[in-house]
């Protein structure tokens, strides 16, 4: 079994392979530092938490984790908060920045004796459509190596060697640019708020979402091709202000801004998320925008249910679980997509040519109203909020 890619999804993948009794190895680009370092998500639903307990894998996340459900809303109405993790189905999230969890996956891997290639770049994958496909794997050295396996997971992203090597129409693609681009920041200041912060502002959104005691995320709406290095400092921190409305609320805690970059929304999904020995997770398999924060929780799950289906594969010979993967895991995949774009619909205004703007400006005033005074649109809000 070949796993490419030591993200969440090929770390959970290989860890409960390894655990199975399959025979696996991991190619990963990335040296293990880079692997272990890349600050990205860090909200774990309910489910992911007790997806990793399950399997032992939840220790780390046990121990410095910390249980958050509240999320604060701010708008030109005022604000309000919801404590979701005492309404819908009374889950928290876990809050554990995503490179801790990498690197308590990887740890616990290594030390149980799987197998690892770090820099090892996929280049194709060959053959997929028979039962002995193959990897061709460019080495540290430069040179090319090739690795052969019953089955080829690809957890490598939606830019890796996975989705690359698909032949045209052999799966489809489905695509939504939602239009709207975010300045994605990384401060080294505690965080301002106990919850979540959402500001919806005429100005665009702007997003408060703590990592940890000292690490903050924010998150401004920008132009979309707005260069990330075009913002001072200076008018990072007014403008995530304004958009807070800290006059009225209170001052954000500033700190050296340590990572930035913009990234624009979209999402897509492929189906199916198999294509013969290739079998897809993780953001190789759907990228969701990141507004819902369900992005690694996906992975997760997607991980689990692939390496059920493989055990009972490869080790019992039962190959229906593999044959039904892909659905299972759409079912999930598109409930999430449902609920990201409805986030993105509720935090900012449409941009380009959507219609009347006021119009749209006025329904989500309502529906931002409705979350603020409904019990059942609550309930909605965190059982989909929290869970995958
Ligand atoms: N060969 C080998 N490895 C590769 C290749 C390749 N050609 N291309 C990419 N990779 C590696 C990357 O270096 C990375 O370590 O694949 C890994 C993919 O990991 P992630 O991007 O974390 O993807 P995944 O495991 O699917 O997790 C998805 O986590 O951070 C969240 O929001 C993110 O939704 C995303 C979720």
């Known amino acids: 079994m070949v796993v490419l890619g030591a993200g969440p999804a090929g770390l959970v993948l290989a860890n409960l392979l390894h655990g199975s009794g399959v025979d696996c190895v991991v190619l990963e680009r990335a040296g293990r530092?880079?692997?272990?370092?890349?600050?990205?998500?860090?909200?774990?639903?309910?489910?992911?938490?007790?997806?990793?307990?399950?399997?032992?894998?939840?220790?780390?996340?046990?121990?410095?984790?910390?249980?958050?459900?509240?999320?604060?809303?701010?708008?030109?109405?005022?604000?309000f908060c919801l404590e979701y993790g005492s309404l819908g189905r009374g889950e928290p999230h876990t809050v554990y920045p995503q490179q801790e969890l990498v690197?308590?996956?990887?740890?616990?891997?290594?030390?149980?004796?799987?197998?690892?290639?770090?820099?090892?770049?996929?280049?194709?994958v060959l053959g997929a459509d028979t039962s002995r496909p193959a990897v061709t794997v460019r080495e540290p050295d430069g040179r090319t190596v090739r690795w052969q396996a019953r089955y080829v997971a690809g957890c490598d992203g939606r830019r890796g060697a996975a989705r690359a090597s698909l032949p045209p129409g052999a799966v489809r693609h489905h695509r939504l640019d939602h239009g709207v681009s975010w300045l994605g920041l990384l401060v080294e200041a505690p965080p301002s708020l106990d919850a979540v912060g959402y500001a919806v502002h005429p100005r665009?959104?702007?997003?408060?979402?703590?990592?940890?005691?000292?690490?903050?995320?924010?998150?401004?709406?920008?132009?979309?091709d707005s260069p990330a290095d075009a913002w001072?400092?200076?008018?990072?921190?007014?403008e995530l202000e304004l958009r807070m409305r800290a006059a009225r609320y209170g001052p954000l805690h500033r700190g050296p801004i340590v990572q930035r970059g913009v990234v624009d929304l979209d999402s897509d999904v492929l189906e199916p998320l198999r294509h013969g020995a290739l079998l897809l997770a993780g953001d190789a398999a759907s990228v969701i925008s990141p507004s819902a924060a369900k992005g690694a929780n996906?992975?997760?799950?997607?991980?689990?249910?692939?390496?059920?289906?493989?055990?009972?594969?490869?080790v019992r010979g039962d190959g229906e679980g593999l044959d039904r993967y892909s659905a299972r895991c759409l079912t999930h995949i598109w409930r999430a997509q449902d609920f990201s774009r409805w986030m993105i619909q509720l935090l900012h205004e449409p941009s380009g040519p959507d219609g009347d703007s006021s119009f749209h400006h006025s329904l989500r005033r309502s529906r931002i109203e409705a979350l603020r005074t409904s019990r059942s649109q609550q309930d909605w809000f965190a059982e989909n909020y929290v869970g995958v």
């Open 33 to 79: 530092a880079h692997v272990q370092t890349r600050a990205r998500a860090g909200f774990l639903a309910a489910n992911t938490v007790r997806i990793l307990d399950r399997h032992g894998l939840a220790e780390g996340l046990r121990r410095r984790g910390r249980e958050h459900g509240a999320c604060e809303f701010r708008t030109d109405d005022g604000r």
């Open 298 to 314: 996906l992975a997760v799950l997607e991980a689990e249910m692939l390496a059920d289906a493989l055990a009972d594969d490869l």
């Open 204 to 224: 665009g959104f702007a997003g408060h979402m703590a990592r940890t005691r000292d690490i903050t995320r924010y998150y401004l709406q920008c132009e979309r």
């Open 232 to 238: 001072s400092q200076e008018r990072i921190w007014e």
């Open 103 to 124: 690197t308590d996956l990887l740890t616990r891997y290594v030390n149980a004796g799987g197998r690892i290639r770090f820099e090892a770049e996929a280049v194709a």
